[in-house]
């Protein structure tokens, strides 16, 4: 019996709505990738949510005039809107509810009873003219190890964790011309030193649909001592430390991701009527299977600290075992940027052309191992060539041959149909799993099946194998499968000996602008 999966996009900050760089990175992807596991018989939960603790909720507010908590309560909405206008169907959307913050302050309090936790003295950047630490979104400068600009915390670059103390020439974000000294603060950290032979000893046995970038960067981060990690900043926005020894500081947000993982995966579970206890799914020995699929800057706090933090719980939890990351999409040939409006939202691209039309594009540009680039012409050239226009001209040949009744498909065309299976399940099964190869195999498809001149004889096995295509690009192509079939499930076996064919919806794809 297969093992269930939990499917797992970390939750994007609530300091705006999901642009298409979102959607095409790890959004479509959790979501195509748990709808082929659901056609293939296996039960999965998919989660995701948004996060309202981190510090770019605070410089977005301000930078917009408004409040950070009415950011968050709009941006929460703008994101579940739009993920459910993209199609994509998260069994568990969390977000600041109180069941979230105990489970995150329970996780810490357990790791702290069981000496995990260490009080350590980091140097922070300070503003004297505020009396403020300045941590994360609140400071740029330099990344220490590769040199580019960035802000505290994570660098978008090289995926390293950039500690606040550690940039290079660091300057306010809230203020430019605020002056910057580096002053010590005592915070609790997790010593990440002592975890990281288990953390490379747990990627050596798994991560085996791991890309390349991902490999070589934790490659380079595990070849040489971790940093101590901190759990707790001496700040006043996020969820309050529940340690007396630090109070006033609230939990890194960067230190959430296992108590958020485990909090969203028993919300999962709930939604689809399972009654589980709070880390029940999370448990050794649950049998659970737990794959993220997040861009490629966030390999630090969820494949590293957090599982850091795992293996400090001394073997009560599971680890993950796999990461599918991307790289940045583009937008004419520049980086998504909410401040500099330069994007293109993912409501606003579903409005304009059919969401399956969107969701083909997306998938067949996705920036999976390289940044790759968003056009509406290519838009518009790639979906007419590859999808729309294939598509319709078999449905109108299929359309030729109803209200024949059954007809039937020979040993020959069944044949053919497992070898079809066999070709899209190579993109869809984790260990190489592609939305760019998912999307190249289905145009191919159709354009054989669009070049079929089709003889008295042949008419079922024309429609026989036009019917497994779109059962196999149902994961991507979800309102086309709703209209053409009746049910999702992937053809297994010998496959039928007749088939009745129906008429087929067709697919439209204007672009404006």
């Known amino acids: ?41 296996r039960e999965v939960l998919l989660a995701s949510g948004f996060q309202d603790t981190s510090s770019y909720v605070v410089t977005t507010a301000r930078r917009l005039g408004t409040t950070p908590q009415d950011l968050v309560t709009s941006s929460g909405e703008q994101i579940e809107g739009t993920l459910a206008a993209a199609g994509i169907a998260v069994d568990g959307f969390t977000g600041d509810e109180d069941a979230f913050v105990k489970t995150v302050r ?48 994570l660098c978008e670059s090289c995926g390293n964790p950039v500690a606040p103390g550690d940039l290079l020439e660091p300057r306010s974000t809230l203020d430019e011309n605020d002056p910057v000294e580096l002053r010590p603060a005592q915070v609790f950290v997790l010593p990440l030193e002592r975890y990281r032979e288990g953390i490379r000893a747990h990627f050596a046995e798994h991560g085996r649909a791991m890309r390349p ?90 494949a590293v600290a957090m599982v850091g933090m795992l293996l400090a719980a001394k073997g009560r939890y599971l680890l993950p075992e796999e990461f599918v990351t991307n790289e940045f999409y583009e937008l004419e040939n520049a980086k998504f940027s909410t401040s500099r409006r330069h994007l293109i939202w993912g409501r606003d691209l579903v409005a304009e052309v059919p969401r399956d039309v969107a969701r083909f594009h997306l998938a067949a540009t996705s920036p999976e191992s390289q940044r790759t680039d968003f056009t ?44 079809i299976v066999k070709r899209f399940a190579a993109g869809y099964e984790l260990e190489y799993f592609s939305l760019t190869r998912i999307a190249e195999t289905l145009g191919e498809q159709l354009g054989r099946l669009e070049d079929w001149d089709v003889a008295p004889g042949q008419e079922g096995d024309f429609c026989h194998q036009v019917d497994v295509i779109a059962r196999c690009g149902a994961p991507l192509l979800i309102d086309l499968a709703a209209g053409a079939l009746a049910d999702l499930s992937i053809p297994t076996g010998e496959g039928p000996a007749e088939i009745t064919p129906v008429p087929l919806p067709r697919l439209s794809g204007t672009v404006a602008g």
């Open 106 to 153: 329970r996780f810490l309090e357990d790791l702290h009873a069981g000496g995990a936790l260490e009080l350590r003295t980091l140097l922070f950047p300070y503003s004297p003219a505020t009396g403020e630490y300045l941590v994360d979104g609140f400071v740029r400068g330099g990344c220490p190890v590769c040199l580019a600009d960035g802000c505290a915390g």
């Open 213 to 302: 970038h991902m490999a070589q960067a934790l490659q380079e981060m595990l070849s040489r001592p971790l940093p101590d990690y901190p759990v707790t900043y001496p700040v006043s926005w996020g969820i309050p430390a529940p340690f007396p020894e630090v109070a006033g500081q609230v939990v890194n947000p960067n230190a959430e991701p296992a108590a958020w993982s485990i909090y969203c995966a028993q919300l999962s579970a709930r939604n689809r009527g399972l009654d589980v206890t709070e880390d029940e799914l999370w448990l050794t020995g649950a049998g659970t299977r737990v794959v993220y699929f997040l861009g490629f800057d966030n390999i630090y706090p969820f």
């Open 1 to 41: 019996m297969s093992r269930r999966t939990l499917i797992i996009s970390p939750a994007p900050t609530a300091n705006g709505d999901l642009h298409l760089g979102h959607l095409a990175g790890p959004f479509l992807g959790a979501d195509v990738y748990a709808r082929w596991l659901r056609a293939t018989g």
């Open 376 to 419: 509406r012409a290519a838009l518009e050239r790639v979906t007419s060539a590859r999808l729309i226009g294939p598509w319709n001209r078999v449905a109108e040949k299929v359309d030729a041959f109803t209200g024949r009744g059954a007809l039937p498909v020979s040993a020959r065309s069944r044949e053919a149909a497992a070898r």
